[in-house]
């Protein structure tokens, strides 16, 4: 019996363990929302806008002394987050608190001069997942600049980058694409919080709206969300776990194709396929080709809606094996290529989107130029790294060499 307590208690100091990471809105609840004190206040928030414990950012701020919270808004999927991608949201009531939902999904993806009459602040609390094309850094964008037309105040209650703070990917977004997908001259997987995007986006642009952030405390670049000690709650209804969120930056790239990514299964993003595809052969070739961190296994499924809806799809399921290691990015070039390669006839690339994803048209030329994906990988590498020292005047969680605390 002895010997097996000893045995516990070497596995149990074994693990490595994590302080529980305090979100903006646990900071400001800990400083009495002195922030907030006495102003009324409009909430852009969704399902993840919750604290520590799991309460709701909109019931923690309506029952909170000298707050005013008098609207809420909601993005993409609606601010309980049920709604598919794309699909249309609208004005509502949100039934707990009486209070009038606004959306910005629907009519507008703006905030107006009349939504946002009489208020003195904007509050954000929105979990983003770390990748350019996910629609909620958008909102954040577009609310800045209507924040600083109306010259009213913008709060941002920080949350982290699910993904880590520390890994870059992909090319920086052209100024010249402007659309809802693709808003933020980032790379595809920006490593940055939404607090240290709203940061960047205002000096980088120029913006004077008075913007404050609620910063993370006891949070580190290189942390994953399953080592912050919080619950996953998941941004939109197809990312439901870290893996999804962790490939999303590249399997999502698929979307701009006729490759279906999962959705309408029970793994979207953690699987791909199409009813054309041989997937024992495309197994084949990717473990031939350079894709470190992951394994593949050949997989089939039928999506109940989406693409390929009730038709069988072949395909591969993706594990990460090591995600530090792990670049969707790369591994999205890997089968890009692969798959243009083995199907001229059957895979079909919408370009427009595809520029979109990828941040210009220059991967359309050079894959149509037939280069190598290890020769596209080296330029999407050096454009990550420039943008990688370029961000870091505007990081708010910076390494300090004599400690394991980001400031």
């Known amino acids: 019996m002895k010997s097996k307590i000893t045995l516990l208690a070497f596995i149990l100091i074994a693990q490595p363990c994590f302080a529980k990471v305090m979100l903006g809105i646990d900071v400001l609840e800990k400083n009495k929302f002195d922030l907030l004190a006495g102003k009324k206040i409009g909430l852009i928030t969704n399902q993840t806008g919750v604290d ?13 002394p000298n707050v005013r919270l008098v609207k809420l808004f909601a993005p993409e999927h609606g601010i309980r987050g049920k709604a598919e991608h794309g699909k249309s949201i609208y004005d509502g009531v949100d039934e707990k608190t009486g209070l009038p939902v606004i959306s910005l999904y629907g009519k ?4 107006t001069p009349e939504m946002i009459k009489g208020l003195y602040a904007i509050v954000f609390d929105i979990q983003d997942i770390g990748t350019r094309f996910y629609t909620y850094t958008t909102t ?21 980058n699910p993904i880590t703070g520390a890994i870059v990917e992909g090319d920086i977004l052209v100024p010249s694409i402007k659309h809802f997908t693709a808003y933020l001259q980032v790379p595809t997987r920006h490593g940055m919080t939404v607090g240290e995007i ?9 913006l004077k709206v008075k913007l404050r952030v609620v910063k993370l405390q006891g949070w580190r670049r290189p942390m994953w969300w399953d080592e912050t000690g919080l619950k996953f709650v998941p941004p939109s209804p197809n990312i439901r776990n870290i893996a999804a969120a962790s490939l999303y930056p590249g399997i999502g790239c698929f979307e701009a194709t006729n490759v279906s990514v999962g959705r309408g299964t029970g793994e979207p993003f953690e699987v791909f ?16 080709v350079s894709t ?3 394994e593949f296994k050949t997989v089939s499924f039928k999506p109940k809606d989406d693409l390929y809806k009730n038709e069988k799809c072949y395909g591969i399921k993706i594990e990460i094996k090591d995600r530090a290691a792990a670049r969707p990015m790369d591994l ?26 990828m941040g210009s048209t220059h991967f359309q030329t050079v894959i149509e130029r037939g280069e190598s ?20 005047p505007y990081l708010l969680y910076k390494a300090d060499k004599n400690s394991d605390d980001f400031r």
């Open 108 to 111: 507008t993806q703006r905030l």
């Open 373 to 392: 994906a290890e020769t596209i990988l080296v330029q999407l590498h050096d454009e990550a790294k420039k943008f990688e020292e370029s961000r870091k």
């Open 198 to 206: 709203a940061n960047w986006y205002c000096k980088t642009a120029g």
């Open 140 to 160: 954040l964008a577009y609310a800045l600049e209507e924040a600083e037309k109306a010259g009213i105040e913008f709060i941002v209650l920080d949350r982290p």
């Open 52 to 64: 520590g414990e799991g309460k709701t950012t909109i019931d923690v701020l309506h029952h909170a």
């Open 273 to 288: 396929g199409a009813p054309w595809i041989e997937n024992k052969l495309l197994l084949e070739k990717l473990n031939f």
């Open 332 to 357: 999205f070039v890997q089968i890009f290529k692969i798959l243009w390669d083995l199907y001229p006839e059957e895979f079909v690339v919408r370009w427009d989107e595809m520029a979109r994803m």
């Open 292 to 294: 470190p961190g992951f």
